[in-house]
Nanobody
């Protein structure tokens, strides 16, 4: 069983930066591909970015490409989402998710592929 806890959300002005963290419990974190998703008010949850368990492969939604960077620190069982040049349309609750996979370079965009979810952290970008 993996438990995920997000942190780092908050209120920031447009153009600013935030770094989200997702701390995972469990000794086999290294075998889990991770993803970040977000849900804005009145909208469905959408894919933001994913990373393979090796960290060598990543995949970004077009809307965040060039502004967001995902990384992972297996020693700390933590995945990070560095968000820069934030825009009001980035306002949402951000969720991290995990899925165990044998393949070191696999990453997943589909929410249904993920087995574990965090509780979410609010990011609000003011204009």
């Amino acid at each position: 069983q993996v438990q995920l806890v997000e942190s780092g959300g908050g209120l920031v002005q447009a153009g600013g930066s935030l770094r989200l963290s997702c701390a995972a419990s469990g000794p086999t974190f290294s075998w889990y591909a991770m993803g970040w998703f977000r849900q804005a008010p009145g909208k469905e949850r959408e894919f933001v970015v994913a990373i393979s368990w090796s960290g060598s492969s990543t995949d970004y939604a077009d809307s965040v490409k060039g502004r967001f960077t995902i990384s992972r620190d297996s020693a700390k069982n933590t995945v990070y989402l560095q968000m820069s040049n934030l825009k009001p349309q980035d306002t949402a609750v951000y969720y991290c998710a995990a899925v165990r996979t044998f393949y070191s370079t696999a990453y997943f965009r589909d929410q249904s592929d993920y087995d574990y979810w965090g509780q979410g952290t609010q990011v609000t970008v003011s204009s």
